[in-house]
């Protein structure tokens, strides 16, 4: 086939958000880019979306990029000379229960700290912006002044005459129809001829999957039915709308799970019912080759709720006509957020697709997309959108019930410790009937099933006794007794699904040491390793074993294993091999004081052996690794053994247990152990948003190293002093514990957030882990969390542990 095209980058797809990346890669100099599109701009979803822009997530991430939208949306129209409908009408978002209330709190925090003015309205507030509401069972409102509606159409066509103007191309009706990876470029076919790029998006909306295809990927989707109805006029609301001069705020029922928005002189009303529809999952509704500007057939009784919790919240909706509905895909991720980076698995290609809320995250989606491409990198940490989440066990059954899931719960309150019940039971622990027996409730972790705490007689295990922000929740007491069996005796935790590569070749020490920025372990001795990236910032951290000379075990997070291994394998060098173990071990954490009691009556072993060293033992007759390390503090363990054994090992040690006070403990309660100790967690305290140094790991960095990844970066941030800083806090803290992101201020200024928190068991305190300005981070300095819009007060620690902070323990 003749070739048609040559780009940098090519981009499938010319919806809202294929359009902004390429504008924003255009922005970035990249403007040797085109854009392919199968039929004519916004075909996909976004030519019929309703054009909702709002800023509010409870996700920091998302948050920051419908910020970044809708401060672009603003100025768009004047940049590229392209006038737009943009209506900014602000919005409220009502609240049923005091719950909600807190969840409002908490996001007009999160939104100040991003320069945002959110405010929570009262009942009379909230009829002076909207005369029409009935408000007598609402407990409040969050008011965002930026929310408003967008015509989707003239956003794309904006974005699309400003890449153009830039320089980019835009080919319509060139459908990507087959592509192949030469080695070195992309070639794309297309009836016009083929594409050659150095690098190519997939940024084909509810088409991903298909397109992802080419590309050997199974992208886990599915296409949901969501409809919106468009009323006729109804005289007051154009009245009152005439006489004021704006329209109604966007009004949103969550509790309800609508939305209600005056549309010229009427209204739109859009639901995310209980009960939704998938499409395209059955042999007698295949996906089409087109759908082009195509809708499905109405189906309104489906949304018989929520029209009439919408006719009792706004009473005139009632008199207005229904003159139209738009029943459009939808596409859905099993966790409802996109994928936006690197595509796993494939070189210079990279994801932009399966967008839920495309057009009021196009803008900040395309700025991200962008990054990814032109640096590598993302100026915010993404990975609640990062494709690498997803590491492979999602199969199909998986990503349609997952997105049902999320669909019909697109409003539900995001309580820290809720535990969402579909498409689960994926990955099994070898021990997960023992664990079950003693009364373990479960959480997935990429898509392992762990134990989360372990209920005793009369605990609520209900999923509904879930949702709360309270500390005190069914678990509890649950938690405290399992942190106290780790603090006086013994702990068993069962761990399945640690991700596990096994690094080895002539030179593998000398390139692992390149690759982290401390040192490298000794041969039979264990490492924490952190990988940074050439601004110096947090992208990983991996405990490593070294097996012999040039020989590795580098362990890390379940959730990391995609993300890891991509990591790993970009930066790998010839002669060195990296093999994913991850399904071939398993592993338990056995800490405590009696941790060593517990296997000296079980294992063969040399128990002496210190800190940070590894050994092969046998326990039952079985083979296994002793790493003598604990996330927990205390004297301990992990057992490493191989999956066909792991049975016998639990057994043995916990009947060697007997009498010694051994425990099944969980993921909360190690939670709760780990922050005394002021061990950080993956992705939440350990992100791209802070560099090693501000992160206070400053003794992971082995500055007598001539070269490792990140070196002059840190060098310089060294030299001229860390803005922030990692520290400890012990917060006065009430009922509440703080959320991911609760900012800390000192008098009336903001001088940092907080990446984790909760309660400390062995210390009785609420621990918060976070970073502040330097001038705060000093210890014994006075500053307040703020939980759900209370400022409590609290102190730095320093930047270390609050339990056993000379690891005396530990060391026993
Ligand atoms: C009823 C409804 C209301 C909605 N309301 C809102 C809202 O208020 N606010 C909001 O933010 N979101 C809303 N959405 C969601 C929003 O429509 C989508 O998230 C958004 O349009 C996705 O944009 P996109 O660019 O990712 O995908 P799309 O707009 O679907 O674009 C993908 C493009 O890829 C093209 N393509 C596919 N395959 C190929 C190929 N092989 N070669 C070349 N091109 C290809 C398609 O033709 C299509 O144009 C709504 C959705 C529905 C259904």
Not at 305 to 318: D, T
Not at 433 to 459: F, M, V
Request: glycine share 10%.
């Amino acid at each position: 086939m003749a070739e048609f095209a040559s780009a940098r980058v090519a981009i499938i797809g010319g919806g809202a958000v294929g359009v902004s990346a390429l504008y924003h890669l255009a922005k970035a100099g990249w403007q040797d880019a085109i854009l392919l599109e199968k039929n004519e701009l916004t075909a996909g979803s976004t030519w019929h979306a309703a054009g909702n822009v709002p800023t509010f997530s409870a996700s920091w991430s998302i948050m920051n990029m419908q910020r970044y939208s809708a401060q672009l949306y603003r100025g768009l129209g004047a940049a590229v000379d392209y006038p737009m409908n943009y209506h900014v009408t602000g919005s409220l978002r009502i609240g049923h229960t005091a719950d909600r209330l807190l969840e409002f709190k908490r996001v007009v925090g999160m939104g100040r700290y991003q320069g945002m003015d959110l405010a929570i309205m009262g009942p009379e507030e909230m009829r002076k912006v909207y005369p029409f509401l009935e408000t007598h069972d609402l407990t409040g409102a969050l008011y965002d002044p930026y929310d408003g509606d967008i015509d989707p159409a003239q956003l794309t066509q904006a974005l699309a005459k400003g890449a153009r103007q830039m320089g980019a191309r835009i080919e319509r009706f060139c459908p990507v129809t087959a592509l192949r990876w030469t080695g070195s470029e992309w070639i794309l076919s297309t009836p016009k001829g083929e594409v050659r790029a150095e690098y190519v998006v997939n940024a084909s909306g509810y088409y991903a999957r298909e397109v992802g295809r080419m590309f050997g990927r199974d992208i886990p989707m599915v296409s949901m039915s969501h409809q919106y109805m468009l009323f006729d006029t109804v005289p007051e609301v154009a009245a009152w709308s005439a006489e004021v001069g704006h329209k109604l705020p966007l009004l949103r029922d969550v509790d309800s799970s609508y939305y209600l928005r005056q549309e010229k002189g009427g209204f739109n009303l859009g639901p995310y019912e209980r009960h939704p529809k998938a499409h395209w999952i059955t042999p007698d509704d295949p996906f089409p080759e087109d759908f082009s500007f195509q809708l499905y057939p109405d189906d309104l009784d489906r949304l018989s709720f929520e029209i009439g919790e919408a006719m009792g919240r706004v009473p005139l909706l009632e008199k207005a006509a229904l003159v139209k509905t738009i029943n459009g895909p939808i596409p859905y991720t099993p966790d409802g957020n996109p994928l936006i980076g690197p595509m796993p698995g494939v070189p210079n290609a990279f994801e932009a697709c399966v967008f839920t809320f495309g057009i009021c995250q196009a803008g900040g989606a395309g700025k991200v997309l962008a990054e990814w491409v032109t640096e590598g990198a993302t100026e915010w940490d993404m990975w609640s959108c990062d494709p690498r989440r997803f590491t492979g066990f999602e199969d199909r059954d998986y990503a349609i019930t997952k997105g049902i899931e999320v669909y019909a719960h697109e409003y539900d309150i995001l309580y820290p410790k809720r535990v969402w019940p579909d498409g689960r039971m994926k990955k099994l622990s070898p021990v997960h009937d023992r664990t079950a027996a003693l009364g373990a409730q479960y959480g997935a972790y990429n898509g392992w099933e762990r134990a989360l705490w372990y209920a005793r007689p009369g605990d609520d295990t209900s999923e509904k006794a879930s949702h709360t922000w309270a500390r005190q929740g069914p678990w509890a007491g649950a938690i405290a007794e399992e942190c106290a069996a780790v603090r006086d005796a013994a702990g068993i935790l069962d761990l399945p699904g640690f991700s596990r590569y096994r690094l080895a070749g002539p030179g593998a020490a000398d390139w692992l040491s390149r690759q982290i920025t401390g040192k490298v372990p000794g041969v039979g001795r264990l490492g924490l390793c952190y990988f940074a990236d050439d601004k110096g910032r947090i992208v990983t951290e991996m405990s490593a074993a070294r097996l012999a000379e040039d020989e590795f075990w580098l362990i890390t997070a379940a959730t990391a294993q995609s993300h890891d291994r991509e990591w790993l394998l970009k930066h790998l060098e010839p002669g060195l091999t990296l093999v994913d173990e991850t399904e071939g071990w398993s592993t338990q954490i056995l800490t405590g004081p009696k941790a060593r009691d517990v296997l000296a009556g079980v294992a063969e072993a040399d128990l002496s052996l210190p800190w940070l060293t590894w050994q092969w033992a046998s326990i039952a007759g079985a083979k296994v690794m002793l790493m003598r390390v604990s996330f927990a503090g205390e004297l301990g363990w992990e057992i490493h053994s191989q999956v066909a054994d792991t049975a016998t090992v639990w057994d043995a040690v916990m009947a060697a247990g007997q009498g010694l006070g051994l425990k099944p403990f969980g993921m909360y309660a190690l939670d709760s152990l780990r922050l005394e100790k002021g061990y950080r967690a993956w992705k939440g305290d350990l992100s791209t948003d802070y560099t090693v140094l501000t992160g206070g790991l400053g003794r992971f960095v082995d500055w007598a190293k001539p070269e490792f990844r990140g070196r002059a970066a840190l060098a310089a941030e060294k030299q001229a002093g860390s803005k922030k800083q990692f520290a400890v806090l012990r917060i006065e803290a009430g009922a509440y514990d703080p959320t991911y992101m609760a900012t800390v201020w000192q008098g009336d200024r903001i001088v940092g957030e907080l990446t984790s928190a909760g309660w400390g068991h062995r210390v009785g305190a609420c621990i918060g882990l976070g970073c502040v300005a330097t001038e705060a981070a000093v210890p014994g300095t006075a500053l307040e969390v703020e939980i759900f819009g209370e400022r409590v007060a609290a102190v730095v620690t320093g930047d270390g542990a609050l339990w056993d902070a000379k690891n005396e323990r530990i060391r026993a």
